[in-house]
């Protein structure tokens, strides 16, 4: 069904699923823990999750239902419990208090302090009451990914109940009694950059002529200095202003400094106090050490920092002999809110493995404290290494590709961090020409055309990107006021003809005034009417009546008087409030000259500023 879809999570530990294609990561190469996806200690079967583009992840769960049958697949549910402030709104509506004040009540709690906190204005039977009722469940909800599959039907496991959304069905237990009751769960997740890649792909191969095969890309220099600029506008996982941050310091030269990049910056080792000290490390500015030699096979690889879980688990196999499938249940101890007994074993048996080998004292208690507060935000390498391939997919891409990649991200919108309009600055700083839509000229997507002038864009100083011949035209889906019904109807009136004129337009489509206003706005008739935006404004409000049953010429009044033009800044206005981005300008362009006269320099000059 050519869905682009990529296995990723604890899956990426098992050589076979890299064998049979469901993962990317070579596991042996990487020295990944296969523990970590199935061990013979663990409670329940592994699960394995899977990326797929996100506007075709329907098409998927539908394709399970009716591979397997809806009696033997089902999606899991969430059980949703009671917090402080829905427990105590609860609650006092069920003792009759109005919504109003029910509300009211609710926005008085911190959540953090309620256990503890006095009655206060709340009387004492609903606080009493919200007490009882906290942690305990209130609804099912449907889980964002999960299904189980099995080979009888589910009902002889767990009541099944219809879900509200059409055509699916939905078990009433979450993930860990579906995992206790040994049946497996596949998270169908969807991923917007999975769509850009395969709409990216698609565009090469249509206006190129060139099968780019994603699994086979090289590793390039030239893409690293991209990384390294933090030109990364778009790109997976490295786009934020977080992470732009960290990229020139770390300087990713490497995949596997991608992997270290993807886990780097995230709230766990942010809050654990990793990010600084590794990179300190990496720039030669602090020395490498070990709390004890025995940790340094297992943390060798990120400088003496843990970062990853899989490590977690080596650095108990290392230090106090556990098997791998100890140190897989040491991880989960660690990172479950209700296994205190099981982490009060294993800590045990910890600090009984490494005085064996030589390790107590101190070093014993400064290794243990460590484990246990790196259980709170290790994150799975071979998460990572998945992640890591499509930061660099999307990296390679945006610099030999530019046009196509802009193009993509665009149509695989809304995703990623950034809105349109600073996709489509950045995409003019890569060379790429960006031009507005036309009713004649633009299908519902954005598409490629030939630059206007026939030549090749060029990036700007400081950005990195191949030149390109390509422009970029704005889809209609971006003009406000036009929803996809309206779309339908351009696309199939468009297909018996191009339109001749507003009026022939209106009459087509039977579009209202305030779609044809919101096109005259974005200059969308300049090719097919000859009018500048001022005069098909004026047009557009003549056109009200005109419909699919009226008669050609008919319409009175759409002739303008000699209207003055609009100003660059009334330009820049009128698209930005009619398509959310300016194919052209930046308003700051508009006061480039009086900003310069007040000795402020723009971003791309500062490496030649003294």
């Known amino acids: 069904n050519d869905i682009y879809c990529q296995g990723r999570g604890s899956a990426a530990n098992s050589a076979v699923c890299y064998a049979i294609g469901i993962t990317k990561a070579d596991a042996v190469s990487l020295g990944l823990l296969f523990e970590r996806f199935m061990s013979p200690a663990r409670d329940g079967p592994p699960d394995i999750d899977l990326d797929i583009e996100h506007e075709r992840r329907e098409e998927v769960i539908q394709y399970v239902y009716g591979r397997y049958g809806r009696e033997r697949a089902a999606q899991v549910a969430n059980v949703i419990t009671y917090r402080p402030r829905s427990a105590l709104r609860e609650m006092a509506k069920a003792l009759g208090f109005s919504q109003e004040a029910a509300d009211g009540l609710a926005k008085r709690v911190d959540a953090r302090q309620f256990r503890d906190m006095e009655a206060g204005d709340i009387p004492e039977e609903v606080l009493a009451l919200a007490r009882e009722v906290e942690g305990h469940p209130r609804h099912l909800g449907v889980h964002s990914g999960g299904m189980v599959i099995a080979d009888r039907p589910l009902v002889e496991y767990s009541p099944v109940e219809w879900a509200r959304m059409p055509g699916r069905s939905v078990l009433q237990w979450d993930k860990d009694d579906c995992a206790a009751a040994g049946l497996v769960k596949f998270d169908l997740l969807g991923l917007g950059m999975l769509t850009l890649l395969h709409l990216g792909v698609d565009l090469i191969a249509r206006h190129r002529d060139v099968t780019v095969d994603l699994a086979t890309i090289p590793q390039e220099d030239e893409v690293y200095d991209l990384l390294c600029a933090a030109d990364t506008v778009g790109v997976f996982q490295v786009e934020s202003r977080a992470q732009m941050a960290t990229l020139p310091r770390l300087r990713p030269r490497c ?101 064996e080998r030589g390790v107590t004292g101190a070093v014993a208690d400064a290794i243990a404290r460590k484990l246990e507060a790196f259980a709170d935000f290790g994150f799975p390498e071979s998460h990572s290494v998945s992640f890591a391939y499509l930061v660099y997919a999307s990296a390679w891409m945006k610099f030999h590709y530019p046009a196509e990649f802009t193009c993509a991200l665009l149509g695989a919108q809304p995703m990623g961090f950034y809105a349109p309009h600073t996709i489509v600055r950045d995409a003019r700083r890569h060379g790429v020409e960006v031009l507005g839509p036309d009713v004649n000229l633009s299908g519902r997507q954005c598409t490629l055309v030939e630059r206007s002038d026939g030549s090749e864009g060029q990036p700007r100083r400081g950005w990195h990107a191949e030149p390109t011949p390509f422009a970029v035209r704005i889809g209609l889906r971006y003009v406000r006021n036009l929803g996809a019904a309206m779309l339908d109807r351009v696309e199939r009136e468009r297909a018996q003809g191009p339109f001749e004129g507003m009026e022939d337009f209106a009459r087509r489509t039977g579009a209202p005034v305030d779609a044809i206003e919101a096109l005259a706005m974005a200059g969308a008739f300049g090719a097919a009417a000859g009018l500048d935006r001022r005069a098909a404004l004026w047009a557009a409000g003549a056109l009200r009546h005109a419909g699919p049953g009226t008669l050609p010429g008919l319409v009175g009044g759409m002739e303008a008087p000699r209207l003055p033009g609009m100003s660059a800044e009334e330009e820049l206005g009128a698209d930005l409030w009619s398509l959310g981005l300016s194919p052209s300008l930046h308003p700051t362009e508009l006061v480039r000259d009086a900003l310069a006269a007040r000795g402020i320099v723009p971003i791309e000059e500062l490496r030649g500023h003294p």
Request: charged letters at 25%; glycine letters at 6%.
């Open 255 to 355: 995949f596997y400094d991608l992997v270290v990049e993807v886990a780097l910056i995230r709230p766990g080792p942010i809050q654990g106090d990793s990010v600084h000290p590794y990179l300190r490390r990496r720039n030669g500015e602090e020395p490498v050490t070990y709390l004890h030699p025995l940790l340094e096979p297992s943390l060798a690889k990120t400088l003496g920092i843990p970062l990853f879980q899989e490590q977690l688990m080596q650095m108990a196999i290392d230090v106090a002999g556990f098997t791998a499938a100890e140190a897989d249940q040491l991880r989960s101890a660690m990172g479950s809110k209700r296994s205190h007994e099981r982490m009060a074993q294993l800590r045990v048996r910890l600090m009984e493995g490494m005085a």
